[in-house]
């Protein structure tokens, strides 16, 4: 975690960002129009980005599930809607030819699907885990292993969409936690062997921001044997399910988009962006990430002063300003 809590120097907060100040902000590349596909496009972020692309003049390939989705994308201009389950083997492989046929190769892809399913980790039923890591993490191990050679060829880029859940980690949300963290080390391993190649890759990591998942996965829970009277952890689940059921509070994810943007197409991405609404979910982030360090550090043959920390800190900064 130590190597974590350096890599944690190049997040950079959205609010240093917008629309305006990205570097290679145009659509075309060598006179063609750049293509990214865009997983779980269907609501929420991954609407957000595949509309903002589309109206910065990307052509965007928007996965979707559902009929109505894939309808509902395809009236958007700059949008060709591709049916993609990303636990379905099939439908990747007729995505690979939608795309090549298409005639644009791949420039960017973006890692978006995901699903949220809480609960305490010694009574949540295994098949409920298994899903979410079908979906989370094999999903985008599916994704890009089928899409890497259209991206390296492109010397393209590559944002998965994690979470502030792939550093922190709290009672009920382990299945989600899991994936995310595992999310995390995939992203880090697949950036390091993309340079290989001249593709970039990156994590972005939001926050709390406006959506239904929250709202649908409390409903669910609520209706979990651990949530009934009488189970040990009921009277918390309650407390967790009541914080979950509104998220009207929150802003739309337009500030995970600009981060998006800024990982596919600025001169000098970063290989991680933290994306938060407010100073308090940035400071859980940050706080944990040094947590961590601390613990790890103290009490060893090999333990850092705290001067010796401060000057690593100092040149992790300092080298990620060059």
Excluded: C
Excluded at 30 to 35: E, F, R, S, T
Excluded at 66 to 87: F, Y
Excluded at 180 to 188: F, P, Q, V, W
Excluded at 229 to 235: D, H, I, Q, R
């Amino acid at each position: 975690m130590l190597g974590r809590f350096f890599l944690s120097i190049a997040f950079i907060t959205i609010t240093t960002l917008s629309p305006f100040n990205l570097a290679l902000a145009e659509a075309d590349h060598g006179g063609a129009q750049k293509a990214i596909l865009v997983t779980g496009a269907s609501s929420g972020i991954g609407r957000n980005i595949a509309e903002k692309l589309a109206a910065s003049g990307y052509f965007v390939y928007a996965g979707a599930r559902k009929q109505a989705d894939l309808d509902e994308l395809n009236a958007i201009e700059n949008i060709q809607s591709v049916r993609l389950d990303v636990t379905r083997q099939d439908e990747i492989d007729a995505a690979v030819q939608t795309v090549r046929a298409g005639g644009k190769g791949l420039y960017g892809l973006v890692n978006n699907a995901g699903i949220l399913t809480l609960g305490p980790i010694t009574e949540i039923e295994e098949d409920e885990l298994a899903w979410i890591i079908d979906v989370n993490l094999m999903g985008v191990y599916r994704i890009t292993k089928a899409f890497a050679p259209l991206i390296i060829e492109s010397k393209g880029r590559i944002s998965n969409i994690s979470s502030i859940a792939g550093i922190l980690s709290g009672r009920f949300w382990a299945p989600y936690n899991i994936t995310k963290h595992a999310l995390e080390a995939y992203t880090d391993d697949l950036a390091a062997e993309m340079t290989l190649f001249d593709v970039h890759v990156s994590a972005i990591n939001p926050g709390n921001y406006k959506s239904e998942i929250g709202t649908k996965e409390a409903a669910i829970l609520a209706k979990k044997p651990y949530a009934q009277p009488g189970s040990t952890y009921a009277k918390y689940i309650a407390e967790d399910i009541e914080y979950m059921s509104d998220r009207s509070m929150y802003k739309d994810p337009d500030d995970v988009t600009v981060a998006v943007m800024h990982a596919l197409f600025d001169d000098t991405p970063k290989p991680n962006y933290l994306v938060v609404p407010n100073e308090k979910e940035a400071r859980w982030t940050i706080s944990k990430l040094i947590e961590e360090m601390a613990e790890l550090n103290a009490d060893h043959e090999y333990s850092y002063s705290d001067e010796e920390l401060i000057q690593m800190l100092k040149e992790a900064t300092a080298a990620r300003r060059k």
